[in-house]
């Protein structure tokens, strides 16, 4: 099991000169592990927040980050943030931001990372002296053979992470309390590991995204920063969301998705959300093959905006090639 390594003296000078990176924290968390593995080794430097909220906020607005033992000063460059679990899937709160608060902050390259999540306790105890688990909000629906079986008795309560809901069981030290959380939180904060890997499916994955702000014009419009990525796929993916009064008009979305379908250009991806202007109301996401300025794509961006009152690109960025596997 690799564990984050404690900053010295000799690391923080190195790490003056890295860009930063915000994430989920505390350390110990799954976002923490997706950046690590996807980043080329030693090009950046992570800076955990306490919420994605946060997180993306932070980037939005190019805020100063105060030093610490934990992390540098500086401004963000970077963000990576949960947008997708192939279990429970999408992460509501990242998409909300991309359509609305952060609209300006870009999708600009992505992270797959198999996921295992442990039962984390204080101190050995039976399962069936635990009566509440902390988690995070989007574990639950991982998790439901162990939740609605072995654990069906306990009450489960929210966290801003899997690693702060394992950092705060252990320091509370309260015998009927567990964490589900990773390996490496129980390893950073002294946990110790009731049973492993109770996700549901094995092949549990979560999507992640990196993101970052315009930092200038480019040929194309708004430029964006790519991150210091281990490894750059050849195949493009675009995200996109759209949204407009068309929507109540009987055929409107298949007209719309008709834009891609007879240029042969393939959705990876659909999903609504409410758009939070009134019952009904919703903005459409898509993923697709291709880059905004591919001219299929372009056709096709260009004609759904003429049917729709927002078209808003999410970003166009290099698709991940496989998993990670997890620390």
């Known amino acids: 099991m690799n564990t984050r390594p404690e900053r010295t003296a000799a690391d923080s000078a190195v790490a003056a000169g890295r860009p930063l990176v915000g994430f989920l ?7 923490e592990q997706a ?36 992390s540098p000063e500086g401004e963000l460059s970077w963000a990576i943030v949960p947008i997708e679990n192939s279990l429970d899937g999408s992460i509501s709160v990242t998409l909300d931001l991309l359509v ?24 050995r105890v039976p399962i069936a002296e635990i009566d509440t688990v902390i988690t995070h909000p989007q574990v639950p629906g991982q998790c439901t053979r162990l939740l609605h079986g072995a654990l069906a008795h306990a009450s489960v309560l929210p ?6 809901a394992v950092r705060s069981v252990v320091s509370e030290g309260r015998r009927g309390h567990a964490a589900l959380g990773t390996a490496l939180a129980a ?31 480019g040929p194309h419009g708004p430029k964006y920063e790519q991150p210091p990525l281990r490894t750059l796929g050849t195949e493009w993916k675009t995200s996109l969301a759209f949204w407009g009064a068309g929507a109540a008009r009987p055929g ?43 001219q299929p794509v372009a056709q096709a961006l260009a004609g759904l905006t003429a049917s729709c009152e927002r078209v808003l690109v999410l970003g166009s960025y290099p698709a991940a090639q496989a998993s990670a596997a997890q620390a």
Request: aromatic share 6%; charged share 25%.
């Open 35 to 70: 950046l690590l593995a996807s980043a080329a080794p030693d090009a950046v430097e992570p800076v955990a927040r306490a919420s994605i909220y946060e997180t993306v906020i932070a980037l939005r607005d190019g805020a100063s980050i105060s030093g610490d033992d934990a």
């Open 252 to 294: 409107w979305l298949v007209h719309c998705l008709d834009e891609f379908a007879r240029r042969e250009i393939n959705l990876t991806k659909i999903e609504s959300r409410p758009s939070r202007q009134g019952m009904g109301d919703y903005v459409f996401f898509i993923d697709l093959a291709g880059r905004a300025q591919d």
């Open 25 to 31: 924290g505390p350390a110990g968390t799954f976002t």
């Open 159 to 164: 966290a801003s992470s899997t690693a702060e």
């Open 100 to 123: 609305g608060e952060a609209s300006d902050v870009k999708i600009v390259g992505e992270a797959l990372l198999r996921v295992h999540h442990c039962l984390i306790a204080a101190e």
């Open 187 to 217: 390893s950073i904060y002294g946990g110790t590991i009731i049973s492993e890997n109770v996700e549901d499916r094995a092949d549990n994955e979560t999507r992640f995204v990196w993101l970052a702000r315009p930092t200038g014009e």
